[in-house]
């Protein structure tokens, strides 16, 4: 996807990209929106590895959203 259309979808979403719309860059970290299994929902940090799939802190069942990590969020 290119990068015109992913502003546009961060925008429209207050700065959350669907996973369905996008992946972010491959080993890039972001913040992501995750539910469990229960259903609960949280916010963790995570990347994405070539695969497709997801690492990062805390324990998730699924990525909904991401977002870049603004410079004071470190």
């Not at 961060?10 to 992946?23: D, F, K, M, R, S």
């Not at 080993?27 to 299994?37: D, E, F, H, R, W």
């Not at 324990?59 to 991401?66: G, K, R, Y």
């Amino acid at each position: 996807m290119n990068e015109k259309k992913l502003k546009a979808i961060a925008a429209a979403n207050a700065g959350w990209i669907p996973v369905t719309e996008a992946l972010p860059e491959t080993g890039v970290q972001v913040i992501v929106t995750t539910k469990a299994k229960r259903g609960t929902r949280n916010v963790n940090k995570a990347w994405v590895d070539d695969n497709g799939l997801w690492h990062g802190t805390g324990t998730f069942a699924e990525v909904v959203a991401w977002r870049k990590i603004d410079p004071w969020e470190g």
